[in-house]
């Protein structure tokens, strides 16, 4: 677990522990590490999981599906990032997401029904995961809330310019790269990629945005009557 300790010092999750109180807290909540290939379920929705994942390399998708493969993507976890901890939290929870890998990626499994307990070795550090395990689904209600103000716009235009907008405000910027590929953009906003690369072409024609790929360039015109409305 040394190797990982430089990531997991910059996660959310070990924020204010030294590198000895992360890999005691990893041997507490017996952390173990799984390699797994681009397209392969680390959770299945209808399961139930008393772990959660920790992306170490490459990255994931926390998916809905339903039974004729349409799928909507809630969050792409990278390096760094954690996934399932809701369920996994909630005793008896089944859940209703999936996880799959989104490329070749290594995963730490902790079980976090061991931080709800008393820690048997009595860690001074325990309390302080514990409200870094809040802090990490605090954030994750916020990055859903995102998602739900997305979607619920009326049209594929109005879903794209939330987005783009939450994006570049996030990111400090006009300019700036989006972690989705076409198909998985669509995806996410619940929309249809063929309807989302009109909508794409007819911004770009109309001088809102410049893109390439997943690169997105926002132009925000002074002139009230053209500009986009974010």
């Known amino acids: 677990m040394k190797k990982y300790l430089p990531i997991l010092k910059n996660s959310p999750f070990f924020t204010g522990l030294t590198d000895n ?3 005691s807290i990893l041997h507490c909540v017996k952390a173990t590490t799984v390699s797994q290939k681009r397209d392969f ?3 299945r929705a209808g399961d139930s999981t008393e772990v959660m994942g920790l992306v170490v390399s490459g990255c994931v998708l926390v998916i809905q599906e339903d039974l004729w493969g349409h799928r909507n993507i809630l969050s792409k976890c990278h390096t760094g990032d954690f996934f399932g901890e809701p369920y996994a939290a909630s005793p008896g929870a089944v859940l209703n997401v999936s996880v799959v890998a989104d490329t070749d990626c290594e995963i730490i499994l902790l079980n976090v ?6 820690c048997p070795t009595a860690c001074e550090h325990h309390q302080k995961l514990i409200r870094n395990l809040v802090s990490v689904l605090a954030n994750k209600i916020l990055i ?4 739900i103000t997305h979607v ?3 049209t594929t235009r109005d879903k794209l310019l939330s987005y783009l907008s939450t994006e570049s405000i996030r990111h400090s910027s006009l300019s700036f790269d989006i972690p989705f590929d076409r198909q998985q ?8 990629r063929a309807a989302m690369s009109t909508e794409i072409s007819k911004l ?11 690169h997105f360039e926002l132009t925000v015109c002074n002139n009230s009557d053209s500009e986009i409305k974010m």
């Open 185 to 192: 953009l669509a995806d996410y906003l619940c929309i249809d």
């Open 204 to 214: 770009q024609k109309e001088g809102f945005i410049k893109t390439n790929r997943n």
């Open 21 to 23: 109180e992360i890999l």
């Open 144 to 147: 859903l809330n995102d998602k």
């Open 113 to 118: 029904q061991r931080l709800l307990i008393s």
């Open 41 to 43: 379920y680390i959770f």
């Open 152 to 154: 619920g716009k009326r």
